[in-house]
């Protein structure tokens, strides 16, 4: 929180000596008390949002108030560290993700490595929560954070949601857990992609990319893109970053196959992870 303040404090900074005016003259303009600009640049205070406001209009930047105040509005999630977030275990953390999922309606992701939480199966979730378990050493309660999880679920079947999904197939074939769990779940993946309000797009091994897949994110609605690190999800608000993930996001949806073919690169994958002595008893 403090290195956000302090990158938001230096933002201000900028936009005052691009007026060219010091700190001083700033602070007689707003009838503040001179240490309020020193504390507000420096990241010692966090601005208000009437600070906000008067600040840009003071500096005449009016155009970057709406950015400034996405980066104000989360400055204390910018940089959820895992070990602060999970500290209390599990569930609370689900139970947190289910206030955001009710607030939003559509729901953009991708997901290069495992499968998104919202589609994972009961037995798949249990080994992404022991991961987590085993990483950050916090308390287990891994059944209530599997009961939670299933029951974020039932967003998938409300019509006022809208999910567009989008997978490598590096992403189903990661031996994240045992083969047999791994079927289930890609199983479930096939029934998903029925829904009306699910598209779900699989990139192929064969698939041309123009932009790398780098890494994960999820986009909801316009208002926030969620980066998940080892260390820390990252929540990042400003408008240009929202449109940066949102070009990327199409670029890589449209390299996805969709329908049929999604259905048939999982499939493929399906008949790779049946052992042979289960083909031969067919």
Request: proline share 4%.
């Amino acid at each position: 929180m403090h290195e956000a303040r302090d990158a938001l404090g230096k933002r201000l900074r900028e936009l005052r000596q691009q007026a060219s005016m010091s700190g001083r003259q700033l602070a007689e303009s707003l009838s503040w008390p001179s240490s309020k600009v020193s504390k507000l640049e420096n990241g010692r205070q966090t601005p208000t949002d009437n600070d906000i406001r008067s600040w840009t209009r003071a500096t005449t930047s009016d155009g970057e108030t709406e950015a400034l105040l996405a980066s104000l509005h989360t400055l204390e999630i910018q940089h959820a560290e895992w070990q602060r977030q999970l500290k209390t275990g599990l569930k609370p953390h689900q139970q947190a993700i289910a206030e955001l999922d009710a607030r939003t309606r559509l729901f953009r992701a991708f997901e290069s490595t495992f499968i998104p939480g919202l589609l994972q199966t009961a037995e798949y979730a249990r080994f992404r929560f022991a991961q987590s378990i085993t990483v950050f050493k916090v308390r287990n309660d891994i059944n209530e954070a599997v009961a939670a999880r299933v029951q974020r679920q039932e967003i998938l079947y409300r019509p006022d949601k809208r999910f567009h999904l989008v997978l490598t197939e590096a992403a189903l074939r990661y031996r994240l857990c045992p083969p047999e769990v791994m079927i289930g779940q890609l199983d479930r993946l096939t029934s998903l992609t029925s829904l009306p309000n699910m598209k779900l797009g699989i990139i192929g091994f064969e698939s041309t990319y123009v932009v790398a897949p780098a890494h994960g994110f999820w986009i909801l609605d316009n208002d926030r893109v969620m980066v998940e690190t080892f260390s820390a999800e990252l929540n990042l608000a400003q408008p240009q970053e929202i449109s940066l993930y949102s070009g990327i996001f199409e670029s890589l949806a449209g390299a996805a196959s969709y329908g049929r073919a999604a259905r048939a690169i999982i499939n493929r994958v399906i008949e790779d992870l049946v052992p042979e002595d289960a083909e031969g008893s067919e």
